[in-house]
């Protein structure tokens, strides 16, 4: 079914041109990055796909992924001299282009991020209008927006699991708006992504993150 879009979507976000795509979506991208992996990376490894390939640099897409990774919303004066911003704040980065990648959408970026001993791998997809696409977490598949109160949670996969977060997630009276899984295999590791309607408290989140199957759970708020 194809996507439905409002006029707000078509004026496209306020922002640092010079396009959404290039620049709002990218810089969105690297937001929901920094916010997945809670802090900012001491490195960053980022591939540019297809379209983006050949045009990162000419619109700024370059510029507007620091930013994000930096915390900067898409209209954030500093989007400009991200770089600079970059090496000031102890970033250090590594831009890769792949035009052929043809199993990825058009817009697609990787970013790999590095701090100390960890590490975190995503990739998403600028869908246009400042739209964007979470579609990889660490080789997991999923598929959210970041516009939506949103829950990631890193678990083994155990009988019932998706039915029990699902029931201490309604006792918070919140509706569920979609729900991703994917695991590596039948009692592996999974992924599980929670698009919800409202809030969930913080002592919520903390008794989900102490149960003995559940690894991290990370919970963002609608991305502006």
């Not at 990376?41 to 980022?46: D, G, K, M, N, V």
């Not at 199993?103 to 246009?128: F, T, W, Y």
């Not at 155990?158 to 997630?169: C, K, L, M, T």
Request: charged share 25%; aromatic share 8%.
């Amino acid at each position: 079914m194809a996507e439905k879009s409002s006029i707000f979507d078509m004026i496209g976000p306020i922002m640092i041109g010079p396009s959404s795509s290039h620049t709002a979506g990218v810089a969105k991208i690297g937001r929901v990055a920094r916010r997945l992996f809670g802090e900012q990376p001491e490195r960053a490894a980022i591939t540019f796909y297809n379209s983006f390939a050949r045009t990162y640099e000419g619109h700024g897409s370059d510029r507007a992924v620091l930013a994000g990774l930096l915390n900067f919303t898409p209209d954030d004066d500093r989007l400009k001299d991200s770089h600079a911003h970059a090496e000031k704040k102890g970033l250090s980065y590594a831009f890769k282009a792949s035009a052929n990648a043809s199993a990825l959408h058009p817009n697609s970026i990787r970013i790999e991020m590095h701090k100390g001993d960890r590490k975190m791998e995503m990739l998403g997809v600028s869908r246009g209008g400042g739209l964007i696409s979470i579609v990889e977490i660490d080789k997991f598949t999923c598929n959210f927006t970041a516009e939506a109160y949103t829950l990631v949670i890193s678990a083994h996969d155990i009988h019932g699991s998706v039915a029990f977060i699902s029931s201490v997630i309604r006792h918070e009276n919140c509706n569920i708006g979609t729900l991703t899984v994917n695991r590596r295999g039948k009692n592996a590791d999974a992924r599980l992504v929670f698009e919800l309607d409202s809030g969930v408290r913080e002592l919520t989140r903390a008794y989900l993150e102490s149960l003995d199957w559940v690894d991290v759970v990370t919970y963002l708020e609608p991305m502006s």
